[in-house]
Antibody, heavy 123, light 110 residues
Framework: EVQLVESGGGLVQPGRSLRLSCAAS????????MHWVRQAPGKGLEWVSG????????GYADSVKGRFTISRDNAKNSLYLQMNSLRAEDTALYYC????????????????WGQGTLVTVSS | QSVLTQPPSVSGAPGQRVTISCTGS?????????VHWYQQLPGTAPKLLIY???NRPSGVPDRFSGSKSGTSASLAITGLQAEDEADYYC??????????FGTGTKVTVL
């Protein structure tokens, strides 16, 4: 059974940093691209970042480019999101999602999602 | 900011057919990128409902169907059931090198 478990969320002040983690199990992690998608309270879904199977290709939404860094450790079956210079508008539930293929930027869907970790940016 | 536009809400009685539109542009759906649909039940994570415009993952009832034409796509739910009450999102890819989601549609079963 595929499982994606996010952690690392919490309350943080504007301008500070936070690192999210996603522990994957139930599939061959290094065969697939992975993504972070967020959902602000009461709002829709927003793609944040994606990384290919071997970290060779990485993409970011314009809203986080230069502030967030995605990475993965295939030996640990883990995905990460380093979030710096956090803003109030980054407040959201952050989901880890598995791509159906190994590459990003090919319009593939996300076939499994975690339950999310909540990030609240407030003073 | 969503670049795929969906109606905020649709509703129907049990057993009826409802459709949800997803309107994009020449840089995403119209550029030939596939459209996918997700169902988000209250308080849960999104679930892949339709992929590659019209394909259903294993376990998704055939009451759900998808189509794509030009710069738009549609999701149809036939034989509407109470358990279908949820938020639905379309997704595609944009030539600006970004995955894009629709604005979301809340389906209410009357």
């Amino acid at each position: 059974e595929v499982q994606l478990v996010e952690s690392g969320g919490g309350l943080v002040q504007p301008g500070r940093s936070l690192r999210l983690s996603c522990a994957a199990s139930g599939f061959t992690f290094d065969d697939y691209a992975m993504h972070w998608v967020r959902q602000a309270p009461g709002k829709g879904l927003e793609w944040v970042s994606g990384i290919s199977w071997n970290s060779g290709s990485i993409g970011y939404a314009d809203s986080v480019k230069g502030r967030f860094t995605i990475s993965r450790d295939n030996a640990k079956n883990s995905l990460y999101l380093q979030m710096n210079s956090l803003r109030a508008e980054d407040t959201a539930l952050y989901y880890c999602a598995k791509d159906i293929g190994p590459h990003i930027a090919v319009a593939d869907p996300f076939d499994y999602w975690g339950q999310g970790t909540l990030v609240t940016v407030s003073s | 900011q969503s670049v795929l536009t969906q109606p905020p809400s649709v509703s129907g009685a049990p057993g009826q057919r409802v459709t949800i539109s997803c309107t994009g542009s020449s840089s995403n759906i119209g550029a030939g990128y596939d459209v996918h649909w997700y169902q988000q039940l209250p308080g849960t994570a999104p679930k892949l409902l339709i992929y590659g415009n019209s394909n259903r993952p294993s376990g998704v009832p055939d009451r759900f169907s998808g189509s794509k034409s030009g710069t738009s796509a549609s999701l149809a739910i036939t034989g509407l059931q109470a358990e279908d009450e949820a938020d639905y999102y379309c997704q595609s890819y944009d030539s600006s090198l970004s995955y894009v989601f629709g604005t979301g549609t809340k389906v209410t079963v009357l």
